[in-house]
């Protein structure tokens, strides 16, 4: 117990890192390393808080919600019934070959630098499939970025909005995968103090992922970020 204790907390530090430095990948880094010892179903269970609590945070930093809100909702709707439904076929036998392929496809994505751009008038029907894929792949493996990260990136946001629809996205996913796990019963007393745990070392991550965000070449950093998730990816989907 002691051995899993101190694991989880390096998780998310490691995961908390990565975030203070690219504004993303806490449930990406976190489901990674610890779908190689647990299931992914108690795996998710465990980054419910830490997500929360940073993604929150993320999203409140600047002004604008409202708005960003308004233009994303058909996609943030999208990812709720998406989770519902991706729930319904959960099994927790199958989930972390699925996350393998999710991060090798993610990571993938992320080396090649591909890039597009969604234009407005397509927003009202691509954002709720965007939304509704993202919500099954919650449910299935408890990663949130594909394919909502790409489409958020394809609406060409400023930066700094940018960031915060990710944080809300990411805020709207956590909130839905717990509604889910908790009607799976993995939301049990074990895992959630655990969950409430492993806060702290991800703040502690964040804090110092911030810090390095001002000393490191992100392009640098980004590259073997994704190189690091193309292994790990590798070996959960062929495990």
């Known amino acids: 117990?002691?051995?899993?204790?101190?694991?989880?907390?390096?998780?998310?530090?490691?995961?908390?890192?990565?975030?203070?430095?690219?504004?993303?990948?806490?449930?990406?880094?976190?489901?990674?390393?610890?779908?190689?010892?647990?299931?992914?179903?108690?795996?998710?269970?465990?980054?419910?808080?830490?997500?929360?609590?940073?993604?929150?945070?993320?999203?409140?930093?600047?002004?604008?919600l409202y708005p960003l809100w308004l233009r994303l909702?058909?996609?943030?709707?999208?990812?709720?019934?998406?989770?519902?439904i991706g729930g319904a076929f959960f099994s927790s036998g199958d989930g972390k070959a699925v996350l393998g392929v999710a991060l090798v496809l993610y990571a993938l994505l992320g080396l090649a630098a591909w890039q597009w751009q969604v234009r407005a008038e397509h927003e009202w029907w691509l954002g709720p499939a965007v939304g509704v894929a993202t919500g099954v792949l919650t449910a299935v493996t408890g990663v949130f970025v594909l394919p909502a990260v790409p489409y958020l990136q394809a609406l060409r946001l400023e930066r700094d909005e940018l960031v915060q629809a990710m944080g809300l996205s990411?805020?709207?996913?956590?909130?839905?995968?717990?509604?889910?796990?908790?009607?799976?019963?993995?939301?049990?007393?074990?895992?959630?103090?655990?969950?409430?745990?492993?806060?702290?070392?991800?703040?502690?991550?964040?804090?110092?992922?911030?810090?390095?965000?001002l000393r490191l070449q992100p392009q640098i950093f980004r590259r073997y970020f994704f190189v690091t998730l193309l292994l790990l990816g590798g070996h959960m989907a062929l495990a």
């Not at 909702?73 to 519902?84: I, Q, S």
């Open 170 to 213: 990411f805020t709207v996913s956590t909130l839905a995968l717990a509604v889910m796990l908790t009607g799976h019963g993995a939301w049990e007393p074990g895992n959630a103090g655990m969950s409430l745990l492993a806060q702290l070392p991800a703040l502690l991550g964040l804090a110092l992922g911030s810090w390095l965000r």
């Open 1 to 64: 117990m002691e051995n899993d204790l101190f694991y989880i907390c390096v998780v998310f530090v490691l995961a908390g890192a990565v975030k203070g430095v690219t504004g993303m990948g806490l449930p990406t880094v976190a489901m990674a390393l610890l779908g190689l010892v647990m299931p992914p179903l108690q795996a998710a269970a465990i980054l419910v808080v830490p997500s929360l609590l940073t993604n929150v945070w993320q999203m409140l930093e600047r002004q604008g």
């Open 73 to 84: 909702r058909p996609m943030l709707l999208g990812v709720c019934a998406g989770t519902l």
